[in-house]
């Protein structure tokens, strides 16, 4: 069993920047990665990345976010700069570990003026 621990959301106007945190407790974690949800829509995958530090994102925040994590004490990071309002959504922490697929609770991104 793994639980993800997500901090970090918050109000932000556009331009600005905020870092999410997810921090993972349980077994070993593979790869971690981040979504998103806005309302009526779909969850989206925002960034990857494995536990070799391989990384992938989303086109839509190609150079503006970046994924990192810290493997020795199994917590994945979103450093997200240049926000727009159409960054806005509830962020999820997703891990995988041993085959088996867990979510963090979500933690709202709102950019606005």
């Known amino acids: 069993q793994v639980q993800l621990a997500e901090s970090g959301g918050g109000l932000v106007q556009p331009g600005g920047s905020l870092r999410l945190s997810c921090a993972a407790s349980g077994y070993i974690v593979n790869t971690m990665a981040w979504y998103r949800q806005a309302p009526g829509k779909q969850r989206d995958l925002v960034a990857h990345?494995?536990?070799?530090?391989?990384?992938s994102y989303g086109d839509s925040v190609q150079g503006r976010f970046t994924i990192s994590r810290d493997n020795v004490n199994n917590v994945v990071y979103l450093q997200m700069n240049s926000l727009k309002p159409e960054d806005t959504a509830v962020y999820y922490c997703?891990?995988?570990?041993?085959?088996?697929?867990?979510w963090g609770q979500g933690t709202q991104v709102t950019v606005s003026s």
């Open positions: 990345i494995d536990n070799s530090d391989r990384t």
């Open positions: 997703h891990a995988d570990s041993l085959g088996n697929v867990y």
